[in-house]
């Protein structure tokens, strides 16, 4: 082989090896095409989405304006730039996709690493933020783009791509340029609406990131979860935090209550409901409630006892 | 004059350690994050994580309070991928167009063969 480098049947043999590999389907394609999902429209096309032609490397401030805009939030590209834009490297880091959401008040869920996936998504009306290698995993071109509609008939997905405001690529082509991207996705949703393919876990991640720098959403976010799976703990706990962040102490005691209703060994709801109930100057309460979660125990004993602690000491 | 530098920054993280830290860390509320993040999250850790990050993007160009406002949107989890290799992460942003000769007429052949798509204007075989 090494004796072959440079003459025309190396290149004969790698053209071949090329050759041989286009005509491969790609793994998620040919999964996705021999069994489509039961509900999966055949055919779905997100035109309203909104469309900004990418500057020089700014594919990601495109695509991130793209998903925020139509998700009801108002930001322009150069916005974002300040936000996500890397100048010395040339492009925009996948967290800070996913922060920059957060910062607009929008849940920033990651689907599944699944093309079906991605399309139950954009069937249930969120674009999707796709990260591609467009060349080779040995010599990478990252890009943004957004996918907004796809035909399975034709095999097809279409994007919102730098500066081609439709750009139609092969489901195959498509799947090995993101695969090569890891298969890395984001949305960027308001936070009354659940994802298509939500589940807790993914979801609740999704809002648990958002709290810290917009607990009012991430409030109004785990309500949406709450609805859905009205059990998970972690979802009480973060409704009872959102509000006691935002000083609303009645619905952070009524959050906390809830939590320890359901889920009696819960200490860290108990903890929580003790700080709320002292702030509220309901001591002789706040001392049970205290003394409860040191009972149970637990990883974060030490933090009960501190609690327990200045409830005792209160007065 | 880098040297210096690092070690002045060392010793100001170090004596602002305890300003950053949440009360939560020794009473009161028990944050949803430390609960979806299991009982093993250091927060020291994470304060120096972020003192990191907010460093290396202002050393790829980002000004100072732009970058303090970019790592405060970071999760805990998010600023620990990143410390130590923002350099290595995948940053998207490829300009569509500005692409040499030579590697041209190769991406446009595995463009065509539907191996990569660099050029919004081929159509691969199926």
Known sequence: MVRLAGTPAAAGVLLSVMLLLAGCATPQVAALLEQPPEKLPRQVELAAVPFYPQEAYQCGPAALATAVVHAGATTTPDALVAQVYLPAREGSLQVEMLAAARRHGLIAYRPAPQLRDVLSEIAGGAPVIVLQNLAFSFAPRWHYAVAIGYDLAREEIILRSGTSQRLVMTLSNFERTWARGGHWAMMTLAPERLPATATEDRYLTAVVAMERVAPGPARRAYATALERWPHNLLARIGQGNTAYAMHDLAAAEAAYREATRRHPDAADAWNNLAQTLLELQRRDEALTAAQQAVAIGGPRLPQYQATLKIVSESR | ?126
């Open chain 2, 1 to 126: 004059m880098n040297t210096f530098n690092r070690c002045i920054a060392r010793v100001l993280i170090v004596s602002t350690l305890g300003m950053g830290m949440p009360a939560s860390s020794l009473a009161g509320i028990v944050s949803t994050d430390q609960i979806s993040g299991g009982a093993g999250r250091v927060q020291v850790k994470s304060f120096l994580d972020r003192a990191e990050v907010q460093a290396g993007l202002q050393a790829l160009g980002v000004d100072s309070t732009a970058a303090q406002a970019r790592v405060d949107a970071l999760s805990d989890e998010e600023v620990a991928s990143l410390a130590d290799r923002i350099e290595q992460m995948p940053a998207g942003g490829t300009d569509v167009l500005g692409v040499v000769l030579v590697v041209f007429l190769i991406l446009l052949l595995t463009d065509i063969l539907g191996l990569t798509k660099v050029f919004p204007f081929t159509k691969p075989v199926r």
